[in-house]
């Protein structure tokens, strides 16, 4: 299968189950059950939850074997947008060129949508099979890590805290580990812990993760300050614009351009192991990571 | 041991606990682990855990059975009360006394500290050792939906819904089963569960819940009317004057008064099959319902 037909087709796969596991949008309360959906299914690429699966797969799991931890990845992915782009946080009316949860729904509801699919997430991941080597409890400890104060929220809560101040570069890489590289490395453990990966096999799946994220995350902050708005299609340099410390503004251009080389080899290599079966998230990481940067 | 050493000692329990199982107030980045603490111990007289303590007990389990679940459902009461009190919210300024999380850390890291405490209730029900009849999976499951989009968030939000308007009996009892019994019942049913409660106890318990959490909230609802703010230890009328609607505002003085005895009576029912090992149950309600009303 071509990337874009693999692609296409995990998507629809992710996308039906979403739809299958939410409350319908009928369902009293209505509003709240729209909120979720409105944004659980405002355009996402399902970058998470597609990692997941393929993760799975490499370790010889079938894709449906994940569909529970990766619908349970995207609702908390989806609920941190929520919560962050409300007025409190970073104050964003637009998200994907669509108004995000509290422009379309008031803050009050936004919060609680958020709430909402925090919560299912660990409906979802607690519906999931357990495996011989990974429990429930296994499982949903290793997304309240992820998602916990510790990382997603701790990355939130420095980024709030370090606006319009000067941020050190360890700052930084603290910041995009919690924020980006962190759930996303849960996606793609919790995919291998799904298929019932051996232990040798998640820790280079966690390789990959951190290795990918970051570098994902650097390649992002520097696309941010050498492209056109047009070919990003969201504003450049809204990073500099609203004082947000980024790896070129830390790092300068050259040594950013340098490490996100430097992580995505990273990435590559931690997938030897795999071999040929890794031939998917190799395609996965370029497919992300490729870009004139 | 007397009804009141016995909450005391409850209590201190669960104080310990919680303190043990949160992450320390220095943990980085400090600010969210000190608002997580800030409200957690902010003077809450643990009313569902020591619920959930008392139903392990009454099962046969130890109180140390259910120290996990007792802490998951005090962390999501908590969670509650600082998103219900923000100012998208109900804009609450003080509770028992003390300033709200947003007044004290501001809207942003209120919103994300809520975010922590639900988060890390389900990382200590994933803690708790799964017993015969209840499975992590099971234990998780009947927190989700408590917490979820059909109970807790549904109240809040058809209490958000209703502001200023007429509310009618139906949607006033779905408002109190919501926001406060559903909760309540489960912070029981998992207490019973800890101590691998028979499908029929668990029954029992979840009857006992049903009645006791509306019973305390019709009683409140009274109370608030009928009391002089100084008897109460808070601003009497605060419902009235916020326009929210209220039993005896929906159904009258007489009628609430009618429903609060039965409900009361329907609460000491449920508990028979469990003979005199449902005595400090019986004595817990007592103690929430027995008030001048």
Not at 16 to 30: H, I, S, W, Y
Not at 96 to 101: A, L, Q, W
Not at 154 to 163: F, H, P, R, T
Not at 230 to 242: M, P, Q
Request: hydrophobic share 40%; net charge positive; glycine share 8%.
């Amino acid at each position: 299968m071509l990337l874009n037909e693999y692609l296409a087709s995990r998507q629809r796969l992710v996308d039906r189950a979403l739809d299958d596991f939410l409350p319908r949008a009928t369902t009293k309360p209505a509003t709240i059950h729209k909120a979720m959906r409105y944004s659980l299914f405002a355009g996402g690429k399902r970058l998470r939850p597609i990692l997941c699966l393929a993760a799975a797969e490499a370790c010889g799991g079938s894709p449906e074997s994940a569909l529970h931890a990766a619908c349970a990845v995207e609702c908390v992915h989806t609920y941190s947008l929520i919560h962050d782009d409300l007025p409190c946080m970073d104050n964003d009316d637009f998200r994907r060129g669509k108004p995000t949860s509290h422009k379309v729904f008031g803050e009050g509801l936004a919060v609680l949508a958020g709430d909402a699919l925090l919560t299912i997430a660990f409906e979802l991941l607690a519906q999931a099979t357990p495996r011989a080597r990974y429990s429930t409890g296994a499982l949903i400890r290793e997304l309240t890590t992820a998602a916990g104060s510790r990382w997603l929220i701790a990355g939130q809560v420095i980024d709030l805290e370090s606006e319009g101040k000067k941020v050190s570069g360890r700052e930084l890489q603290f910041i995009h580990k919690a924020k980006t590289a962190a759930l996303l490395t849960t996606s793609i453990r919790l995919g291998g812990m799904s298929a019932n990966s051996t232990a040798p096999r998640l820790q280079s799946l966690n390789d990959f993760g951190q290795a990918l994220g970051l570098a994902f995350q650097v390649i992002d902050d520097i696309l941010d300050v050498t492209q056109t708005s047009e070919k990003l299609g969201k504003s450049a340099g809204k990073d500099a614009a609203a004082q947000k410390a980024t790896y070129p503004s830390v790092f300068g251009l050259d040594r950013s351009r340098k490490e996100a080389r430097q992580l995505t080899n990273n990435a590559h290599a931690a997938l030897a192991p795999f071999g040929k079966n890794g031939a998917r998230l190799h395609e996965l990481a370029d497919h992300l990571l490729v870009r004139e940067y």
